[in-house]
Every structure is written in structure tokens, then in C-alpha cells.
């Protein structure tokens, strides 16, 4: 029996799967994120993301310049400060490492880009955590949320114009909501980590920030075997005041990324983790993946499962090759 229905017609020429193509990705959907840090005369490569550096001041002023002219939709920084302690001090400090950066890439970009910062306190502290500790060790919630409240009032002065708090405290985003609103920064957007796991992909970020942590992040980040959980998550961020949620990592978590985004009426971001970017840099350098397309399609496939802005690493190169 010949076919009667023939899906592959609209398959037949580039033009018509164009035509036909149900997810787009573009420039403007992407956010690259940047790691700066303190006391560098040059930029320094991340061994395990190729690609990948820790800036200088200076480096990290052409980084968003370019992204700027590719059109991408904006920076997230993450600052590396030459001296940690047991509170993140240099991350309330208006002359820290990630403060001054947020001056200088508005500067910098002005309007162009939406300038964001990694609202968290795991690159400031001596014991690695993204919260402040108990006596006996265990991150501390409520006091760490203080801290955060400080924190987003540093970088607000600063002139960000999206907060990221990643710390995945109970309450975070009201706190900080609370906080700029109280000190007349009320057009500061908040994208919450809504859904953040206790990912192993995360692995090569802790090389790019030079972190301390002994152990993990399980009592505070989500189990992997959670989706439900992932959604109450953002429904919590949403009421508290959060503008746009995000899940992470994004390729391991493509069904929570669609079960959110189905659930929410704000914007979603995933964020295609370092550890999502080192196994397809390494698959590619050995010649065992071909890597342009190989991106495109981990990119696409973000895009598909619904998220509006996906923040990767490739985020430069994906917006040339969709140039080309
Ligand atoms: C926490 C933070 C982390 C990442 C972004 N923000 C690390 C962690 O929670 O351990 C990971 C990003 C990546 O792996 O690309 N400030």
C-alpha cells in the first residue's frame, strides 16, 4: 500500500522547513554568561570549558562590548573576589569584584544589553556556600537571607538591572524583592533560580570560580529525582515577586523546563550548565560530535521544551553561526 499521508513533503526543500519550523532561536533569546575576576591583568582559560575565561577588568569590557553588537540579550556576571571569608564580605562591598563590574558594563553597554548579576554568596565565601553558616555548620536561611538582602542593594547601586539569586534559600526572592523596593530600585527585575538542582554539571563552574566547597549543596539545592518539587518552586518565586524563573541545569531537565513553563504566566530561563558545555567540548575535540550543529541543536532543543531565554556559554558563537 502506498502512503496517503506523507509527512516528508514538508520536509523537501530548506525553504520549506524553514517555513515549517516550530521553535526559532535567536540572538536576542540568549544570555552569555561571564566570570570576572579580581586582581588579573589578563584573562585566564577554565581548563575544563574551553573557550571559557576568567576576565580581567579590562577583558571583560570587549566580552560585552561584542555581545552587545551580536545582539545577544544580555549578561550574567559572576565575580571571583582575591579574598574570601566566612560571610562573603566582598560581596556587599560596593568596591567588590562583581559591584565594580556591574559598573563598568553598564558603562560600557548602556541600554544595549541586560546587564544581570549572579545574586549568591558561594564565590565570596571562604567555606564555599552560598549561605552563611551555623555554628555547627549547616547553611543558616534566615540570616543568610540577609546577607542577600545587602547584596542585591550593593549590585542595584551599582546599576544592574536584573538580580539573579541562585542560593536556593527559602524566601529569597521576597527578601530581595523587598529590599529594592525599599530603597527606591523598584525597575531592578528579579530572575529567580527557581528550580536549581544538586547537579554534577555543574562540576567545571567550580574550577571558573576558584570555589572552596567541601561536600555539596543538597540541603539547599533540589534533589535530581524532583519535577513536582521544581514546579512549586517557581510557583513560590512567582508569588513572591519574581519577574522570570529558571530552571537548572536545562538539558538534563528538559521536562521540567516544559512542566514550568506550562505552569507560570512570566518568562522561563534554563541555563545550559558548564557541565552540559565540557561534554560536548570534549566529545567535539575528539573528533567524536561535530560541534557547531551539535550546539545548535542542544540550543534548539532548550528553546523547544520552553524556555524563552536560555543563558549558555555559547551564547557569542551560537549567535554568529545563526549570522552565517
Ligand atoms: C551559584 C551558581 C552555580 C552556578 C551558577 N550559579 C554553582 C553552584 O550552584 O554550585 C553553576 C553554573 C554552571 O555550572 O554553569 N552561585
Known sequence: MRPVVRPRRLRTTPAL?????????????????????????????????????????????????????LGLGGVMLFGIPETKDATGSGAVDPGGVLNLA??????????????????????????????????DGRVDNDRTLERYAEMALAQADAGVDMVGPSGMMDGQVAVVRAALDGADHTDVSVLAYSAK??????????????????????????????????????????AQGADLVMVKPALSYLDVVRRVRDAVDVPVAAYNVSGEYAMLEAAAAQGWIDREPAI?????????????????YWAAEAARLLRS
Open 17 to 69: 522547513r524553514r517555513m515549517v519550523a516550530e521553535t526559532s532561536l535567536e540572538a536576542r533569546q540568549l544570555v552569555l554568561p561571564l566570570f570576572v575576576r579580581e586582581g588579573l591583568e589578563e584573562p585566564v582559560p577554565i581548563s575544563s570549558m574551553p573557550g571559557v575565561v576568567q576576565h580581567s577588568r579590562s577583558s571583560l569590557l570587549a566580552a560585552v562590548a561584542e555581545a552587545a553588537e
Open 102 to 135: 556591574i559598573t563598568d558594563v553598564v558603562a560600557e553597554v548602556g541600554d544595549a544589553l541586560t546587564v544581570m548579576s549572579d545574586l549568591c554568596l558561594d564565590e565570596f565565601t571562604d567555606h564555599g556556600h552560598c549561605g552563611v553558616l551555623t555554628p
Open 197 to 238: 538542582y544538586a547537579s554534577a554539571f555543574f562540576g567545571p563552574f567550580r574550577e571558573a570560580v576558584d570555589s572552596s566547597l567541601v561536600g555539596d549543596r543538597r540541603t539547599y539545592q533540589q534533589d535530581p529525582a524532583n519535577g513536582t518539587e521544581g514546579v512549586r518552586e517557581a510557583l513560590l518565586d512567582v
Open 296 to 312: 545548535l541543536e542542544a540550543l534548539t532543543s532548550i528553546r523547544r521544551a520552553g524556555a524563552d531565554i536560555v543563558l549558555t
